[in-house]
């Protein structure tokens, strides 16, 4: 073990150790040498951006981690704050693109910048974990695994000060001043500091206990409090008491609650960057990631005009023709409507659909795209009547009609009733046979995707983006989750553990009930055919949609869950 001696201390296999000055000191000056590390990664952004920030997050934030663990947090403190400091200014210096003018906002919006980014992926953050967060759990899962050590236990006692200091931040950090017998973190948290060091608990630790388990295990229950105390800042902030001006929007709110319990967005920042396609170009990475933490998103003209807005943030005007004023904010409820972003949606609805196809070819499962809707109908109809029958919008009375008609016959065929039945049989073949009047439609409906199994079962898939704060909608949907927010906590108060909740939020929701029901008619005659003997299943229908904050629509999870099954079958195959 090497060792540095100096004049109040030294180096011992990587701890300082010595008087508290020299401690102090030392992790200052080990902070100041993390610095130029830092700045290298900073200066990689200039080429990428997500690469930078993946350094940052995998590498750069974590150069103290294991100074933490063998340092008492009240000493680390100073170094700590300094680290921490400078990590901030890492990451905004990353998420600035060269030569762009960057709006000013308040101090509370930037303060709900940095807690979203420096929670982990899972809730919706960047993974930028400080050191002042961590480095409590850390001293305390490194006092307990070294609890059965002979040499440490020989002088243990000289740590009571330094384990009691701990174990209140931690408690502190968590608002309990006592861990009850029933909290998830009772088992490494005992009830008097001094049990860290000595004493049974302390003893029996390692026997009953995993050693690994501590510090993820404090962490993950310390992120779920400061996610819990930003989403209560962000409503706090949106309602401010007296003539305050609000520095959060009603889209703000919508933003942060849904980012940190329905979004999976922030995954792209777990994938690998070797795959080319998981790369994103700098600009649209850093006006990504500006407007999923809340920040105003950079300007290319430092002059231009920004019109007051009713928040924090100005708005700019949109330049393209519309039967009213417009404006582009940080959140892009008005970009993702724009005509000028027709392209862009055209293009990730195409992508979405393309991923289904690809996985699904993966998965040794035929699949179709864009098939066509007489070929689903068993070819019993031509392209012009499938028109006729299934049109995009504006459909006729008589198209209307023979819908409604057929859909009353289809639910008679699916009673008990053998004479109900019957009836149901005869006036759903009548229907079938009746001639198809030409309405002239130009445009009728076609489904995106269409996957065969080998086992002859089908599934039809329709794809679709939205916005999650789309305008029409945003009220309902900020009612929605602050009724979500203010459940779950109730449940976690009475110490329920709360899954996460599959419902779709109300812009999801709606997309998927307005192809559902625009696709029904299509279905209702594939039941029809089916029932009357003129083919054998009638695919599954499911409506596969993303929000561009990364929900998914429930359909999503189950398609991708059928698929990979196969994979998995695929791979069983060739193992034996």
């Keep these: 073990m090497a060792s540095t001696l100096a004049d109040r201390g030294f180096l011992v296999g990587g701890a300082y150790v010595g008087s508290n000055d020299y401690v102090t000191d030392a992790c200052i000056k080990k902070v100041h040498a993390t610095f130029p590390k830092i700045d290298a990664i900073v200066r990689m952004a200039s080429e990428s951006p997500q690469m930078a920030l993946r ?48 709006p000013p906002c308040s101090h509370d919006r930037n303060a709900r910048a940095d807690a979203l980014a420096a929670l982990p992926l899972s809730m919706g953050g960047l993974g930028i974990k400080l050191v002042d967060e961590k480095m409590a759990a850390a001293f305390i899962a490194s006092l307990l695994s070294a609890a059965r050590d002979e040499g440490f236990s020989h002088y243990r006692h000289a740590l009571i000060k330094e384990a009691d200091a701990t174990w209140q931040l931690v408690t502190s950090q968590l608002s309990e001043g006592d861990i009850a017998r029933h909290h998830s973190l009772a088992y490494c948290i005992p009830p008097h500091a001094h049990d860290l060091v000595e004493g049974p608990f302390a003893r029996t630790f390692l026997t009953n206990h995993s050693k690994r388990r501590v510090q993820s295990d404090i962490s993950q229950v310390l992120d779920r409090r400061r996610q819990v105390m930003l989403e209560r800042c962000v409503l706090l902030h949106s309602k401010p008491l007296g003539n305050a001006r609000p520095t959060a929007s009603e889209a703000d709110v919508a933003h942060l609650l849904t980012v940190t319990s ?24 850093v006006y990504w990631c500006r407007s999923h933490l809340g920040l105003p998103l950079p300007l290319a003209t430092p002059g231009a005009e920004l019109l007051e807005s009713e928040h924090d943030v100005g708005v700019a005007r949109c330049r393209m023709p519309h039967d009213a004023e417009r404006t582009f904010d940080h959140t892009g409820m008005h970009t993702c409507a724009c005509v000028a972003a027709v392209g862009p949606r055209t293009r990730m609805h195409r992508a979405l659909a393309h991923v289904f196809m690809q996985y699904a070819r993966e998965a040794n499962v035929e699949a179709g795209y864009e098939p066509a809707t007489n070929a689903l109908l068993m070819h019993k109809y031509s392209a012009e009547e499938c028109r006729n029958l299934f049109p995009k919008s504006n459909a006729s009375a008589v198209a209307k009609d023979r819908i409604a008609r057929l859909g009353r016959a289809v639910e008679a065929y699916n009673t008990d009733s053998p004479a109900a039945k019957a009836a149901a049989y005869r006036t759903i073949q009548s229907i079938l046979a009746e001639s198809i009047q030409n309405d002239k439609q130009t445009v009728g409906l076609r489904l995106d995707v269409l996957l065969s199994f080998p086992n002859g079962r089908e599934i039809a898939i329709d794809t679709g983006t939205t916005h999650h704060l789309r305008g029409g909608l945003l009220r309902r949907t900020l009612k929605w989750l602050t009724t979500r927010h203010k459940g779950r906590l109730q449940m976690e108060e009475r110490g329920v553990v709360v899954p ?77």
């Design 55 to 102: 350094l940052l997050t995998t590498g750069g934030a974590n150069l103290l981690d294991y100074l933490a663990k063998v340092t008492p947090p009240d000493l680390l403190t100073p170094a700590a704050h300094a680290f921490d400091v400078h990590i901030r200014e890492a990451w905004r210096d990353i998420l600035t693109l060269p030569g762009t003018h960057v």
């Design 262 to 285: 329905k979004s999976s967005i922030t995954r792209v920042l777990a994938s690998s960057l070797w795959y080319a396609r998981h790369r994103i170009e700098p600009h649209f990475f």
């Design 500 to 576: 996460r909740d599959p419902t779709a939020s109300p812009p999801v929701l709606d997309v998927v009930n307005t192809k559902t029901t625009k696709y029904k008619p299509l279905f209702m005659r594939m039941d029809a055919q089916k029932y009357v003997g003129l083919r054998q299943h009638t695919p599954e229908w499911r409506a596969c949609i993303v929000s561009n904050c990364g929900e998914f629509s429930p359909h999503v999870f189950d398609t991708i869950e059928r698929l990979t099954a196969g994979r998995i079958r695929i791979f069983i195959y060739l193992l034996n």
